[in-house]
């Protein structure tokens, strides 16, 4: 049986699918529409926020970016937080500038926290150190204008310690002799039997200043099998000493005497200044190498001086001294059997990212009132 059909009904189904397509068409639309206008609502609300942050930010001195300042590649750590100039730009406008700045970041001591500089920063809250050592700072004074100071502790301490004993091996083996030998386009075969150096595992290893970084200098020490004396102004815990198998010494005149390697690593203080000076290096023995990874003033570079050329002692490695550096005509810098780095310790990628990330950690704490890490105050 065949069913007839006139067309008007396909017609009419056709017109009426259509028009169902039509409205989801405009639903679809719809939707997407007000989707785009939240989207867009979103992102205007998230570009004026990120505009409020921005204005928000705090200002902050810094020295310069490259030179001696601070490392381009890490200052990023900075501005994430802060609106940063340097000195330079800041002086070409004081008025303008000075009573916005709300921190100071000192890298490699600069710029400079003096009574001049403090007065033109009314609003300063923090001047925060870029390293251990404060004792470029009045601390006293900074403190007496309302300014909290702090350092960066611990986070310098694996990289210092990997120093001193780059500089104790380097110093031990005469490796740098080695290289310019070795390079020397006049140099004849054979051309090691005068590079002897002095055995490092096994020997005697003194260290003054049992701190964070001297204990990682011990726990280095470990590793070649080294005996390990150590002076401090409080004595470690049990534990620890046997942790680095480490004897204590209290008095520094028995460290002095006994050490294959008299390594110093201690803050500098009116009563660490001078504190290696002829009386002290005449008590090693002649063969002993002093390295110095603290400061400068902790040795009295005359009597060093002396002691080296007389034979007191066999050779010094020096990370710091002073002034920094040292003038070209200063007699270490031509002789022998002295290795010098210019106060390298802290100098690698990480550890100088970590230093600057404390340092923006401890300026934001106290400009937000909460409880600040890493604080100094004048003792």
């Known amino acids: 049986m065949h069913v007839v059909h006139d067309g008007t009904g396909g017609d009419v189904q056709g017109f009426t699918r259509a028009r169902m397509s039509h409205l989801r068409y405009v639903r679809c639309v719809k939707k997407l529409w007000a989707l785009a206008q939240r989207l867009w609502v979103f992102k205007t609300t998230a570009q004026r926020?990120?505009?409020?942050?921005?204005?928000?930010?705090?200002?902050?001195?810094?020295?310069?970016?490259?030179?001696?300042?601070?490392?381009?590649?890490?200052?990023?750590?900075?501005?994430?937080?802060?609106?940063?100039?340097?000195?330079?730009?800041?002086?070409?406008?004081?008025?303008?500038?000075?009573?916005?700045?709300?921190?100071?970041?000192?890298?490699?001591?600069?710029?400079?926290?003096?009574?001049?500089?403090?007065?033109?920063?009314?609003?300063?809250?923090?001047?925060?150190?870029?390293?251990?050592?404060?004792?470029?700072?009045?601390?006293?004074?900074?403190?007496?204008?309302?300014?909290?100071?702090?350092?960066?502790?611990?986070?310098?301490?694996?990289?210092?310690?990997?120093?001193?004993?780059?500089?104790?091996?380097?110093?031990?083996?005469?490796?740098?002799?080695?290289?310019?030998?070795?390079?020397?386009?006049?140099?004849?075969?054979?051309?090691?039997?005068?590079?002897?150096?002095?055995?490092?595992?096994?020997?005697?290893?003194?260290?003054?200043?049992?701190?964070?970084?001297?204990?990682?200098?011990?726990?280095?020490?470990?590793?070649?099998?080294?005996?390990?004396?150590?002076?401090?102004?409080?004595?470690?815990?049990?534990?620890?000493?046997?942790?680095?198998?480490?004897?204590?010494?209290?008095?520094?005149?028995?460290?002095l005497q006994g050490s294959d390697f008299v390594m110093v690593a201690v803050n500098l203080t009116p009563e660490t200044t001078g504190l290696i000076g002829h009386r002290e290096l005449l008590l090693m023995k002649p063969t002993a190498t002093l390295v110095n990874v603290s400061r400068g003033l902790v040795v009295d570079q005359d009597a060093l001086v002396k002691a080296l050329l007389c034979g007191s002692i066999r050779a010094a490695a020096l990370d710091v001294t002073h002034p920094e550096p040292l003038p070209r005509d200063h007699p270490l810098l031509s002789l022998p059997n002295v290795l010098i780095t210019p106060h390298v310790g802290t100098h690698t990628y990480a550890t100088t990212r970590r230093m600057v990330q404390m340092m923006a950690d401890s300026a934001l704490a106290v400009i937000q009132g909460q409880v600040v890490p890493n604080e100094v105050t004048a003792k």
Request: aromatic share 4%; proline share 5%.
């Open 49 to 255: 926020h990120q505009k409020v942050m921005e204005e928000e930010k705090p200002w902050a001195l810094i020295s310069e970016v490259g030179g001696d300042g601070l490392l381009e590649d890490v200052t990023d750590v900075l501005t994430r937080h802060f609106h940063i100039i340097s000195h330079r730009d800041f002086l070409q406008n004081p008025r303008l500038h000075g009573p916005r700045i709300r921190a100071v970041f000192q890298w490699n001591a600069q710029p400079v926290a003096e009574p001049a500089l403090l007065a033109l920063l009314p609003s300063l809250k923090v001047v925060a150190n870029g390293g251990v050592g404060v004792d470029h700072l009045d601390v006293g004074y900074i403190n007496s204008v309302g300014v909290k100071v702090t350092n960066t502790p611990a986070v310098v301490s694996s990289a210092t310690a990997d120093m001193a004993m780059g500089l104790l091996l380097a110093s031990a083996r005469r490796i740098v002799e080695g290289h310019q030998v070795a390079v020397d386009p006049k140099a004849a075969a054979p051309i090691a039997n005068n590079l002897l150096g002095v055995e490092v595992t096994g020997s005697t290893l003194g260290i003054i200043g049992m701190g964070d970084i001297g204990y990682k200098i011990a726990q280095r020490s470990k590793g070649f099998d080294m005996k390990i004396l150590y002076h401090n102004r409080k004595r470690r815990s049990v534990e620890d000493e046997r942790a680095v198998g480490a004897t204590y010494c209290p008095n520094v005149d028995e460290l």
